[in-house]
Structure formats: structure tokens, C-alpha cells
């Protein structure tokens, strides 16, 4: 079975500031990791994705994202966070036997000006 | 080249009535989803197709089902509506390996009176 958690239901901070989004993770084979962000009344868009390769894999907008074996971790990362970037972000896993995706419950992020 | 649409944006049924919701996909890809979202609980998986000619279920199948009509278009029917599929309904299309990312569509609203 595969899983996703996002620990924090809401991130706030200043605009200009750094942004980190927390997202862990359990699969049985190799996971495949992905984020996504929606806007109000928008559909899922992809941000970007971890494969194989690089641990730091880096997509839309200015965004990365760190894959962590160990800590079965893949947080999204802004190291300047704008206004335009509030917004519900969800990450998933799958197995990479599986087609099927597992999302995490999402997190709202909100940057004050 | 449009991306993944889908029919209709709203709808508002009454309790068992049934309807079908639409999803087209111009991208080539193989495999669709269908996902509910409802608040605080993510995206959940209702059914998927790994490819033309194929369906499977979800975590959450039951009161709804499928049909592929072809490589382009996999519609979600409600048989028998009831106020608990009162949701935002998300439709997706994946090319497969070794681009594993799904592309949404718009959603389609809606409320079971």
C-alpha cells in the first residue's frame, strides 16, 4: 500500500521569505513523488516530480523539492516566497508498479505581502 | 490544443437521479483517472483506466462506474444519486513511462439535493 501525509494543514509567511511545504511518504517498492498546486476553483497543476536521478529535482515557478530516502521525505521548497504562490498544494506517490496515485490531504499556503 | 476538458462545470441533481459526466483528453495519453475532492481529504481515486479497452477501481468505486470509450474519452456515470457524492470532480490523463505526471481538468461541481 502507499500512503502520503502532509503534516501541516495551513503554512504561512511573509512574501520574500523562504517557503517549505512538508510531505512524507510509505511505499513498498520505489516511490514516484510528485507536487501539485490548485488555485481557487482551478484544477490540480503539476509543479514537478521525482523519478530517479538527482535528489533535488527543481520545476515550476522557482519551486524544488528534496527527496530524502531515509527520511521518506520530499518537502517543497521556494527560496522566495511571492503572494501568487497562495494556494492548496498536494503531494503524491506511487508505487513504481503501480498506476495509481495516493494524494496527501493538501496544504493551504498563504504569503502575506 | 485544449488539455483535458470536462463536461459539465456545474450540475445540481436531486436524490436518485442520474447523470454522466464527460471527460476528452487531446494529449495521446494512455491512461485516465477519475478523483472526488472533497475538503480536507485530498484527492481520492473513483476509478482509472491503464489503457484503451481497460478499467479498474479506485479507492472509492462504489456508486459510480465507468466507461472508456475510446483512447480520448473515459466518462463517470452516477446511477442513483445520493447527497453524499456532493463533490468536486477532477478528471486526469497520464502519457505513462517515462513521464509518469497527470494532467487535470477543469472539475465539475457538483450537489446532490
Known amino acids: 500500500a502507499q500512503s502520503v501525509a502532509q503534516p501541516e494543514d495551513q503554512v504561512n509567511v511573509a512574501e520574500g521569505n523562504p517557503l517549505t511545504v512538508k510531505c512524507t511518504y510509505s511505499?513498498?517498492?520505489?516511490?514516484?513523488l510528485f507536487w501539485y498546486v490548485q488555485y481557487p476553483n482551478r484544477g490540480l497543476q503539476f509543479l514537478l516530480k521525482y523519478i530517479t536521478g538527482d535528489n533535488l529535482v527543481k520545476g515550476s515557478y522557482g519551486f524544488e523539492a528534496e527527496f530524502n530516502k531515509s527520511q521518506t521525505s520530499f518537502h517543497l521548497k521556494k527560496p522566495s516566497a511571492l503572494v501568487s504562490d497562495s494556494a492548496l498544494y498536494f503531494c503524491?506517490?506511487?508505487?513504481?508498479?503501480?498506476?495509481?496515485?495516493?494524494f496527501g490531504a493538501g496544504t493551504t499556503v498563504t504569503v502575506r505581502a | 490544443n485544449a488539455g483535458v476538458t470536462q463536461t459539465p462545470k456545474f450540475q445540481v441533481l436531486k436524490t436518485g437521479q442520474s447523470m454522466t459526466l464527460q471527460c476528452a483528453q487531446d494529449m495521446n495519453h494512455n491512461s485516465m483517472y477519475w478523483y472526488r475532492q472533497d475538503p480536507g481529504m485530498g484527492l481520492r481515486l473513483i476509478y482509472y483506466?491503464?489503457?484503451?479497452?481497460?478499467?479498474d477501481k479506485g479507492e472509492v468505486p462504489n456508486g459510480y462506474n465507468v466507461s472508456r470509450l475510446n483512447k480520448r474519452e473515459f466518462s463517470l456515470r452516477l446511477e442513483s444519486a445520493a447527497p453524499s457524492q456532493t463533490s468536486v470532480y477532477f478528471c486526469a490523463s497520464s502519457p505513462g513511462p517515462p513521464s509518469y505526471e497527470q494532467y487535470f481538468g477543469p472539475g465539475t461541481r457538483l450537489t446532490v439535493t
Open positions: 483506466s491503464a489503457s484503451e479497452g481497460t478499467t
Open positions: 511505499v513498498s517498492g520505489n516511490p514516484y
Open positions: 503524491a506517490v506511487r508505487d513504481g508498479s503501480d498506476y495509481k496515485l495516493s
